[in-house]
Structures are given as structure tokens and as C-alpha cells.
């Protein structure tokens, strides 16, 4: 036996490699590994999107009534942490304005509206509807809260079309805070 003090590292073998070597830590962060925040970095009111989103998606693709959505909607599990308000709004503002919604978005679309997915349909009168009637949510925290829902509930790419519709909207439904959100000297400026 020598007094060699080069110790066999514990769960694996003399030279580095074992069976029990684990991936390099994940920093802790607000987001999931597609960039969607985590449950717990979630507002009331994201919450409140998220299952007002699950809900007009029922009612898109089911055509279930709104009030059979709604009782539905509200017995899912973690519901009680959601603005119960904000998503009634969003829900019944959002179907019974639907019509109006849609009127805004198709000329925004370089497709037919009934070649939109679902989930990007539905979020996209998630924003028009919060750009009309919840004005006291700033235009960009609007946008920037329909590109999570996209990103977490809708296709690869779906929030780059999500965002680009509503950043076309939102200098018509919010002209006054866009243009004060612009920087000085942009708008008008000589090439």
C-alpha cells in the first residue's frame, strides 16, 4: 500500500469519469428553459391571462358557451391566485367583442384569420381587448405580457407574429402614450 494522497474523487473513478456525473447547475432565474416565466415570478393578473387565454381558446375551437367556459375555468387548479376581475373582463370583454377584435387584427394579418392558431388568435384579442379597456396596463407591459402567453401556450414562432400585430396596433389604440414613449427628435426627423 503506498501514501499516495491522490484520493478516487467520491462517485466516480481515478481518472475524472463516473457514472454519476451531473449536467452543470442552471442559474436561477425567472424564466424556464423556453423563456417563459416561472410559476412563482407570475402576477395576479398574468394569471389571470393565462386562464382567460385557456378559456377563449375553449371557446374558438369548441364554441362552448361563455358562461360553461367560465365555471369551467374557475375549478382549475390554482385559479384562486388569478384576478378573478381581470379575467372576467378579458373573457366576456373578449367574446362579446370578438367581431370588433377581429376587425382590428385582419388587416394586421398577412394570412386569413382562420389560418391563425388558436392560442395566437385568442392572445392577440387578449391585447387589442387590454389596449381598448384596461388603460391603466401600459401599452408595452400589454405587448410584453402577450408575448409570454404566446411563448408559453403557442407555437415556435408564434410570438414574433403575436408581437408584431399588436406593435402595429398599438400606434392607433395608444396613440398618445406611444408617441410619448418615443424618444425626442424621432418622429419627423429629416433623413
Known sequence: MSDDFSATPPGGNANGGGS???????????TTSTGAR????????????????????????GRNDAT???VFTRDLSGFHKA???????????????AASLDALIAPQLDRKMDEISPIEHAVMWIGVYE??????VPWRVVINECIELAKEF????GHKYVNAVLNGLAPTLRATEVAADRPAGSAGKPA
Do not use: M
Not at 38 to 61: D, G, M, P, W
Not at 154 to 157: A, F, N, P, S, W
Open 20 to 30: 454519476s456525473k451531473r449536467p452543470p447547475r442552471q442559474p436561477r432565474t425567472g
Open 38 to 61: 416561472k410559476a412563482a415570478s407570475k402576477s395576479t393578473r398574468s394569471r389571470s391571462r393565462e386562464f382567460a387565454l385557456q378559456a377563449l381558446y375553449q371557446h374558438l375551437v
Open 68 to 70: 360553461a367556459i367560465d
Open 83 to 97: 384576478d378573478a376581475a381581470h379575467y372576467d373582463a378579458l373573457l366576456h370583454g373578449c367574446i362579446e367583442n
Open 131 to 136: 389596449f381598448q379597456h384596461c388603460l391603466d
Open 154 to 157: 403557442g407555437g415556435t414562432d
